[in-house]
């Protein structure tokens, strides 16, 4: 198992202390730090804090909101779905 459904298990496994209780040590990047890149309102907040530039972005629920979005960054904008298998949902606007 890869991509987003390894991420999700283990953290949860982590979260739920599985991981410490089996004594199981993860390799590779920390779940600390992939909790903190999986949510993109902590994220820009840390890109921020050490001075990285971060392309502009707004959330949208909603066709409207995506479309006032969009004015206020200005076209072409990437349209992508928070949460998708393998980044499928994904696209450009023009």
Known sequence: MGGQTA????????NAGDLER???????TPIDAV???E???VFSEILKQIG?????????R????????AAKIG????VRAAF???????????
Request: a negative charge.
């Open 62 to 69: 909603t066709v409207d909101e995506a479309k006032r979005a």
């Open 84 to 94: 998708t298998l393998g980044g499928l949902g994904s696209g450009f606007a023009e």
């Open 22 to 28: 089996r004594g199981v040590r993860v390799l590779g």
């Open 7 to 14: 991420l999700n298990v283990g953290i949860e496994l982590a």
């Open 52 to 60: 990285e530039t971060l392309a502009l972005s707004y959330p949208a």
């Open 35 to 37: 909790v903190k890149t």
């Open 75 to 78: 076209y072409p904008v990437l």
């Open 39 to 41: 949510d993109r309102e």
